[in-house]
């Protein structure tokens, strides 16, 4: 095939992008402003174009043709001719490769050159560059692919909210130091598959992963210039193209699919962090790679009185216009296709808040983007997760988002840490947390799982770290320690970062365990970064976005020490207890009082007062204990039995010094057994764990003790 007798011929509209029907490949691209698309074709290293022609059929806005006899494999893409008149919005350049949206694969790194950016009298302007040739070598590829799998047996997990735990990782990041994985598949799709992760994944006790960015994302020329590289992925270009990088093999789309297959014969769900809200092309100072050079007007939300700009809702120099119904359709048909192609079980949307804005960049949660996806059949049923905030105006929306998402609850993480580093007066903010945060999402019926509840996530302190650095140690990223968050509610312990003080170190792990037992025994769903479980530590980079190092990754090795394998240990039992006791997972908020007299829920003082309303907010409060009693969970299983447990008490103490606390007897049985008490070595009592209703318990300075009163057969709770 050449340049002078390739043929295409008219094709379809749809689908879009590249589809292979087993004789040839139908190409479809979306642009309503360009004068002529022109499909370029590269041999099978993607250093020389081969072969072109304009694809000459369009019907309404869609360019398309067909190739007949073209196979899988084949590497394209396209040069776009239309209108340079940026002070009206449009930035065509027919000497720009560009990458097709909805390719599903994209080969080769991305290699920067001027060309790609705008230069003028050697200081850096917009992308005006219209008569410099866009190097092809430099530029990605996109790939027809063949979608056949053999799925076999799989079946989706569908696990429960109620039932799910989940754990935050990234795919290269926690298996680059695995010593038990064959070199070659480290950092993999495939690495993630291999028997001793997922061992280590159901030892855990984890229902589902959510990885970071696995779409197509390019590293940022400013990086590679600093030695860097582009680590969390929140940089996309082609958002249904798995990431290259991460595969072990010349095939992602297949290796990812294995990789699901086997996550859910483990019963593990996979949960995809996605960035619908910007792009990798930046600014207007930044490189032509894909949509700007489609078509800039129709793809990225512009300044109404100066298009040459664009609107920022993301804090990355663009947003993608998701009112613009051909863009909306490219996300839903993104999302369609992981799920239905690939069999992921959800998504966690980065900035969500961005997604929701409408023409006029006002957030509405009944508008369009929202609507669609809660009427569409395939969307609708799987888990939908919100990073419930964007950096524009009325971006933050924590308890904003529709009945059928659950969301990132930043104020559940600010408040726990809060709390345990000796604020005071939190109490009542304490309680809506640990209880589901019904403050924010009862009100539009929505259940506890729509809190999705987390101390520490990929953006900001490991747990190591929130409890070793009062400070950001940012160095390492080349930008003066001013990047990522300083207000990071930490509490070092009494010493900046790495100590031999055994006072401190056993200060350290105490107050993780503080966190851990807070997190995974509140209602709603607990979110877990991977490695909090055994000392994962940053160094203090709060904010290590560019560190694809030995800063990021997960360090095996640290697991065999002595206070992480105990800390490995009690993080294993805490999920045991919450999996083994639905109290710890109800469906529905609390009521005070549930059926026929019955309390669900109790709040007491030390003294076994129960706390009256003007002492929720007293500046020095600092304690309180939670009597969950199993008979008052007025729940039911999936099959419709009708659910009961044992009585719980949680008693909290963030005060520096011991406390004791009366215990409420509630039940005619006259002991409590002891499950958890983070003061104490392993967290739990040595030598028995009984303990005496009538004697107080004392809860030591800035420690959690969880009780449990077993029932006994007719017992009723006292209501005086």
């Keep these: 095939m050449n340049k002078s007798t390739m043929t295409v011929w008219p094709g379809q509209p749809y689908p879009l992008g590249a589809t292979w029907d087993g004789e040839g490949v139908n190409f479809a691209l979306f642009s309503e402003h360009a004068d002529q698309v022109i499909l370029c074709l590269f041999d099978a290293k993607g250093k020389h174009e081969i072969a072109h022609a304009p694809l000459r059929e369009r019907t309404g806005q869609v360019w398309h043709g067909y190739l007949p006899e073209a196979r899988p494999g084949l590497l394209y893409g396209y040069r776009v001719h239309g209108p340079h008149r940026p002070e009206e919005g449009h930035r065509f350049n027919p000497n720009k490769l560009l990458l097709d949206p909805y390719a599903k694969a994209i080969a080769g790194p991305m290699q920067w050159s001027d060309a790609q950016f705008g230069y003028r009298l050697g200081g850096r302007t917009e992308d005006l560059s219209v008569n410099t040739r866009n190097s092809a070598p ?74 970071l960015p696995v779409h197509y994302f390019s590293d940022e020329r400013l990086l590679l210039d600093r030695g860097l590289r582009n680590f969390w992925g929140y940089s996309t270009l082609g958002y249904f193209a798995p990431n290259p990088r991460y595969a072990a093999t010349d095939n992602p789309v297949a290796e990812f699919k294995s990789m699901v297959k086997t996550l859910h014969s483990a019963g593990i769900e996979v949960i995809l962090d996605v960035v619908y809200n910007h792009s990798a092309e930046g600014n207007h100072f930044g490189p032509t790679l894909s949509f700007r050079g489609l078509d800039n007007a129709s793809y990225y939300r512009l300044v109404p009185d100066q298009p040459r700009y664009y609107m920022d809702y993301t804090g990355c120099g663009n947003t993608l216009n998701t009112a613009h119904p051909r863009v909306l359709q490219m996300v839903m048909d993104s999302l369609r296709y992981w799920v239905q192609e690939m069999r992921v079980d959800g998504f966690r949307f980065d900035l969500a808040a961005t997604l929701a804005r409408d ?37 933050y ?43 924010l999402y009862e009100h539009n019926g929505r259940h506890p799982h729509a809190s999705i509840n987390f101390v520490t996530a990929h953006d900001g302190f490991t747990l190591y770290d929130l409890v070793s650095y009062n400070e950001r140690h940012n160095e390492a990223n080349g930008e003066d320690n001013q990047d990522g968050d300083s207000h990071n509610r930490s509490w070092n312990c009494g ?19 503080n966190f851990l037992t807070t997190l995974l025994l509140s209602q709603g769903v607990p979110m877990l970064l991977a490695g909090d479980e055994v000392g994962r530590t940053q160094r203090g980079n709060n904010n290590a976005y560019c560190q694809d190092n030995e800063i990021s990754w997960f360090d095996w090795d640290i697991s065999w020490l002595p206070e992480n394998r105990e800390l490995l240990a009690f993080t294993q039992r805490l999920i045991q207890i919450r999996q083994r006791h639905p109290t710890f997972r109800r469906r529905h908020f609390f009521r005070g009082i549930h059926g026929e007299g019955v309390r669900d829920i109790l709040w007491f003082n030390p003294d076994g007062r129960e706390i009256d309303d003007d002492e929720w907010t007293h500046d020095y409060a600092r304690c309180l204990g939670l009597y969950l009693p199993g008979d008052g969970l007025g729940d039911w299983d999936e099959r419709g039995h009708v659910l009961e447990d044992d009585d719980f008490l949680l008693l909290f103490n963030a005060h520096h010094e011991e406390v004791p606390f009366i215990l409420p007897v509630l039940r005619e049985n006259p002991v409590f057994e002891v499950l958890i008490d983070t003061a104490l070595p392993q967290g739990r009592p040595m030598y028995g764990n009984q303990h005496p209703a009538e004697e107080p318990y004392p809860v030591r300075g800035r420690s959690l003790a969880v009780l449990q009163h077993r029932r006994l057969p007719s017992a009723t709770v006292n209501m005086n």
């Design 397 to 439: 929306q924590v308890g904003q988002f529709p009945g059928s998402w659950s969301e990132w609850n930043g104020k559940y993480r600010d408040v726990v840490r809060d709390y345990w580093r000796g604020e005071g007066g939190l109490i009542g903010d304490l309680a809506y947390r640990l209880t589901g945060s019904a403050d």
């Design 138 to 211: 430099g530029m990605p590829k996109c790939q027809v692919v063949d979608s056949a799998f053999f799925w076999g047996d799989d079946r989706r997990p569908h696990t429960p909210w109620r039932n799910t735990l989940i754990y935050e990782l990234h795919v290269r990041g926690f298996t680059m130091r695995h010593s038990e994985l064959p070199v070659e598949l480290r950092g993999t799709y495939a690495g993630l598959a291999c028997g001793p992760v997922i061992d280590y994944l159901k030892a855990l006790g984890v229902t589902a992963v959510e990885l």
């Design 495 to 513: 010493t900046e970062g790495d100590t031999s003080d055994p006072a401190i170190l056993a200060l350290r792990l105490h107050q993780r365990r």
């Design 359 to 395: 023409k006029k960049g006002e957030v509405d949660q009944a508008g369009t983007f929202m609507d669609v996806i809660q009427q569409d059949p395939l969307l609708s049923q799987v888990k939908l997760i919100a990073e419930p905030w964007d950096v524009g105006e009325n971006g």
